[in-house]
């Protein structure tokens, strides 16, 4: 069997073993998921009426909720990959990962199976907001199935991205209450990006904060590609962000397996 086989047999065995821990356990995804779940609700019902009128156009809430879906479907994939920073540490701290070090497998399938699961565990966490999302009344207005490739695409390349930082997060923290403090921002980076208001209603020393962050070019593609917004520049910057950030999380994540273990 070549080396490279051994290593997809192995990646496949340790992505099972971290689905199998999140359905054994689905607690913890379970408490980050209600983050975006309740700031949807939150901003729909009781702010939706006066958010919209930030954004122009009319329409109310109904308006509002078309805007902030994309915002809140990105929010997701933050706040789940929170789970996979506790996890990692979880892992490394408990000696799980020593053991692995001794046993005949391929060294990055540990890696590789937390961001697989990751991963899958992120699209379905937005394919379940985006089911919430819909039942409060939020359609989308591009249908084409170029546009949804491109929509799931894009979803899939930010949660990778963010896997990888989390992952490095998760690996470089003491336990897994401290893995779970450091992953809070990507929680919080969506909420000062174009997720809630629009940019220009912002104020000038606070934009290019908002503005220059990998959440708002992200949420305006999505944003595009869902509603027929104008996506302009927003969607190559999304996917240079997605890539730079999936390097230097691997390259972090991968100097820290490489070091002896905790």
Not at 1 to 11: G, H, P, Q
Request: charged share 10%.
């Amino acid at each position: 069997m070549s080396s490279l086989s051994l290593a997809v047999r192995d990646s496949t065995t340790m992505l099972r073993r971290n689905l199998l821990h999140a359905r054994r356990y689905p607690s913890l995804t379970l408490n980050l998921l209600l983050t975006p779940i309740m700031l949807l609700l939150l901003f729909v019902y009781v702010f939706g009426d006066a958010m919209s009128a930030g954004i122009g156009g009319g329409g109310g809430r109904s308006a509002y909720i078309a805007y902030i879906v994309p915002g809140i479907l990105m929010m997701t994939i933050g706040a789940t990959t929170v789970g996979t920073a506790v996890s990692v540490c979880t892992d490394m701290t408990e000696g799980i990962v020593a053991r692995f070090r001794t046993m005949a497998i391929h060294r990055g399938s540990v890696l590789f199976g937390h961001v697989a699961g990751s991963v899958l565990q992120s699209v379905a966490s937005v394919t379940l907001v985006g089911a919430v999302a819909a039942a409060i009344g939020f359609r989308s207005t591009d249908d084409t199935a170029l546009e949804w490739f491109a929509a799931f695409g894009l979803v899939a390349l930010f949660a990778l991205a963010f896997t990888w930082i989390a992952v490095g997060m998760g690996m470089g923290s003491p336990n897994a209450e401290a893995a779970s403090n450091s992953a809070t921002p990507l929680i919080l980076l969506p909420m000062i990006s174009s997720a809630f208001v629009p940019l220009e209603t912002m104020p000038g020393w606070f934009r290019p904060i908002a503005e220059y962050q990998p959440f708002t070019p992200a949420i305006e593609t999505l944003r595009g590609l869902l509603l027929g917004t104008e996506i302009g520049n927003s969607g190559w910057i999304a996917v240079a962000w997605c890539l730079a950030l999936t390097a230097l999380g691997y390259r972090w994540s991968k100097a820290q397996f490489d070091r002896d273990p905790k």
